[in-house]
T-cell receptor, first 114, second 112 residues
Framework: SAVISQKPSRDICQRGTSLTIQCQVD?????MFWYRQQPGQSLTLIATANQGSEATYESGFVIDKFPISRPNLTFSTLTVSNMSPEDSSIYLC???????????FGPGTRLTVT | QKEVEQNSGPLSVPEGAIASLNCTYSDRVSQSFFWYRQYSGKSPELIMSIYSNGDKEDGRFTAQLNKASQYVSLLIRDSQPSDSATYLC????????????FGGGTRLMVKP
């Protein structure tokens, strides 16, 4: 399975600021995704990070609020912009391995906005 | 709207019993099915994948798939307190660019 790391693991941020979350995979993967998980809830897909092109966002998520980069096949970043307390959540990076048709998750970033 | 449904639980079973977790999905063209385990405060961990009708066994875990009934289940034999977690069912419609649709999860509690 792919090993995925995320930085930071947690952060407390002030309203109106931005935070960039980094995701590193230990091998090249076909696709990378960003999810959000509110406490006690299931996973909500934010976007698919596309290598070399703009990310594909799900309904309710926009590029201005959640800009995403994917400069290569092992790395992606998610920025949470102009944060409000409603953005407090766990943000998860995941990677899809086409060779195994399986998707793995990073450890997550716990974000608290005050 | 593609949906994946799970009973939220909690499902409580005694130690040593069989825990049965169920999941239904709405999209008939779904091809790949996964079970993830998520401990409180941790990220989801893939424990089983199944792609064809029937049973797939891995240690104490058995995944069962019935595409005609649009139903997938996970059986955990000899349940242990360490199995207490939330179990997420995920379905991949291969035509959707390998994106997974997750169920809401079932919380399992195994009591000593």
């Amino acid at each position: 399975s792919a090993v995925i790391s995320q930085k930071p693991s947690r952060d407390i941020c002030q309203r109106g600021t931005s935070l960039t979350i980094q995701c590193q995979v230990d091998s090249q993967v076909t696709m990378m995704f960003w999810y959000r998980q509110q406490p006690g809830q299931s996973l909500t897909l934010i976007a698919t990070a596309n290598q070399g092109s703009e990310a594909t966002y799900e309904s309710g998520f926009v590029i201005d609020k959640f800009p995403i980069s994917r400069p290569n096949l092992t790395f992606s970043t998610l920025t949470v912009s102009n944060m409000s307390p409603e953005d407090s959540s766990i943000y998860l990076c995941s990677a899809y391995s086409g060779s195994r048709d399986e998707q793995y998750f990073g450890p997550g970033t716990r974000l608290t906005v005050t | 709207q593609k949906e994946v449904e799970q009973n939220s639980g909690p499902l409580s079973v005694p130690e040593g019993a069989i825990a049965s977790l169920n999941c239904t999905y709405s999209d008939r063209v779904s091809q790949s099915f996964f079970w993830y385990r998520q401990y409180s405060g941790k990220s989801p961990e893939l424990i089983m994948s199944i792609y064809s009708n029937g049973d797939k066994e891995d240690g104490r875990f058995t995944a069962q798939l019935n595409k005609a009934s649009q139903y997938v289940s996970l059986l955990i034999r000899d349940s242990q307190p360490s199995d207490s977690a939330t179990y997420l069912c995920a379905v991949n419609n291969d035509n959707a660019g390998n994106m997974l649709t997750f169920g809401g999860g079932t919380r399992l509690m195994v009591k000593p």
